[in-house]
């Protein structure tokens, strides 16, 4: 074990509960005055009647803390202030240096998890409102296959549905040749749009392009065939978007809403024998308990139309069915923004009453805001458009590579390029990230592409300037025989920061929110800034310099880690 707080609580807990005479959490936490502070002993002298200092002392004298903190005392009101011993530190350093994990155990529990994120519309390109659910999906990804978990990535593409007669009877009139050639990467809202004009302007179209989605939905050949054109086309441009975007999404975790047409069926069966269904105004809906219009009635989920089609929550059904039954989920994980809350809470319920999600099995949706603009509206061009993710992604390269210019033009036209692409697209993820997900967040080129303050520049070039320093001291790696010696202030927090990454990993495993992650990265940059200014590497005496290059070591190696599980790349040079 390498986490210092998880050491105190197991040291710290047999003695508070010899003094309350049952369990008692020591509620440890990060000091002011101290590494740590305890702060059970305040809660337990309430409950106990006594005095809280009293207690605190009784629990500091039956405490075995000799070895790890030989400084602990009873402070204020009753806290226990808790130093740890250098060279315990030292040691717990050495730990994680020789361990290419850092210190992050894997799992003892593995769970087969699916994240279900992104979800863009066949036949239609991606745009801003795309964005955060792809990053926050990734991160869910990278963090939970660190972690030992099987991940499956699930990509619900809108592929059905109504708009599809309109957009198949357009590639019909142009061609097939003509509608790839359309449909190809970059060009899918202009054959949308020229599908929609049609279908506004002519009634024979519109009738056309009816009859279409009847015959899609029969599995009609003559149909099916310029459907897979579409998907095929689309699909290729997705690929494209999320291999510039650095996501882990890939053609085979595509799973469109047409996956599911096959199982629709059963659903509505499975739902009528268990006495769910219901009829309102021709449609057949499920009415889950506790869901209730503004006029207090009770909502529907209409899974059935009048019209005797399927509607999407009956394919949202099917999807958690399958998810559990066929694939063994056991943690579902639907990353989709906040307005979706109530349609997807009715579909969890319904799948409850179901008996679909049995126990251990649990499904959360992983909300979020909005991406807003200056004027604090949903992110848009000045026309009111959506803004396309790659025009988007293009300005932050742009803007990132005068930046890299200015501030290091030595570097070679190639190394520019690679370091602006990595030094953009991570600036817009971690600009995403490091802010709660459940809130909405300005988007500001300037703040994000910052080489100060809590940015991806920020830590990107504090890792890099870690690894210049091993690269003027002449080595790739440190000794690993070397036990860093923690003496100064610098030196102690950098050391108490690199050893909390176990606990921070866990955490954002289990809640998702991936602010704790980037806030304790900007802290450990910081701590190094701190460090590199305080604590001379090269110019140090023999000891102190190995001491020190280790510490060097490790910040790298942890920022990039921490900087991997959130999806952004960690050039070497900037």
């Known amino acids: 074990m390498v986490n210092p707080e998880k050491l105190l609580i197991e040291r710290l807990a047999p003695a508070f509960a010899q003094v309350a005479g049952t369990p008692v959490d020591p509620s440890i936490r990060r000091g002011r005055h101290a590494d740590f502070q305890c702060d059970g002993a305040l809660g337990l002298g309430r409950r ?24 602990a005392r009873v402070a204020g009101p009753g806290f226990i202030e808790l130093d740890l011993d250098p060279a315990r530190l030292g040691t717990l350093l050495a730990d994680i240096a020789a361990d290419p994990r850092l210190g992050v155990p894997r799992t003892d529990r593995p769970e087969t998890v699916l994240v279900d994120y992104s979800g863009p519309n066949t036949a ?55 509608a790839a050639h359309e449909s190809s990467v970059g060009d899918l809202t202009g054959f949308y749009q020229a599908a929609r004009r049609a279908f506004d302007a002519d009634e024979a179209f519109r009738e056309r392009s009816r009859r279409r989605v009847v015959a899609l939905q029969a599995g009609d050949p003559s149909t099916l065939r310029p459907w897979h054109v579409l998907v095929a086309a689309s699909k290729a441009y997705f690929t494209t978007v999320y291999t510039r975007l650095g996501v882990r999404l890939t053609e085979d975790d595509f799973f469109g809403e047409s996956h599911y047409n096959d199982r629709l069926p059963s659903v509505i069966e499975e739902l009528s024998a268990a006495g769910l269904l219901r009829e309102s ?44 039954r066929e694939e063994g989920a056991t943690r579902l994980l639907y990353v989709i923004g906040a307005p979706q809350r109530e349609h997807l809470e009715m579909v969890f319920a319904t799948a409850r009453s179901m008996g679909w999600l049995p126990a251990p099995t649990r499904v959360e949706h992983v909300d979020f805001g909005y991406v807003l603009g200056d004027d604090g509206r949903i992110l848009r061009t000045r026309a009111g458009a959506s803004i396309k993710l790659v025009d988007l992604l293009d300005e932050a390269v742009a803007r990132a590579r005068a930046a890299i210019a200015g501030k290091n033009p030595d570097l070679d036209a190639d190394t520019r390029a690679e370091v602006a692409r990595a030094v953009g697209i991570g600036a817009v993820k971690y600009g995403d990230l490091s802010a709660d997900r459940r809130k909405d967040y300005r988007f500001d080129y300037d ?128």
């Open 124 to 178: 239609k390109e991606m745009h801003v409102g795309h964005l955060r659910s792809t990053i926050i999906g990734d991160a869910a990804v990278r963090i939970l296959e660190w972690q030992g978990h099987t991940v499956l990535r699930r990509n619900h593409l809108g592929d059905w549905g109504t708009p599809f007669g309109m957009l198949i009877e357009h590639l019909l009139d142009i061609g097939e040749a003509e």
């Open 447 to 574: 703040r994000m592409l910052a080489f100060d303050g809590n940015t991806a520049p920020y830590l990107q070039y504090a890792r890099v300037r870690s690894l210049s320093i091993l690269r003027r001291a002449g080595i790739e790696t440190p000794d690993p025989n070397v036990v860093p010696i923690v003496r100064e202030p610098a030196e102690r927090e950098l050391a108490l920061r690199l050893l909390a990454l176990p606990e921070v990993i866990e955490e954002v495993g289990a809640t998702l929110d991936f602010h704790r992650l980037t806030q304790y990265l900007f802290a450990l940059a910081t701590a190094f800034t701190t460090f590199f200014e305080r604590c001379p590497v090269l110019r140090a005496e023999p000891g102190i310099r190995d001491s020190r290059l280790t510490l060097c070591d490790l910040t790298a190696r942890t920022l990039a880690l921490g900087l991997d599980l959130l999806g952004i790349e960690a050039p070497d040079r900037m």
């Open 281 to 324: 105004e021709g449609a057949q809906c499920v009415f889950p308990e506790g869901f209730t219009n503004r006029e207090g009635e009770p909502l529907p989920l209409i899974v059935r139309k009048s019209d005797g089609g399927f509607n999407y929550a009956a394919t949202d059904l099917a999807a958690v069915r399958q998810r559990v």
């Open 48 to 71: 106990l009647g006594r005095d809280a200092r009293e207690v605190a002392a009784d629990v500091l004298r039956l405490a075995r803390l000799g070895d790890l903190c030989p400084t």
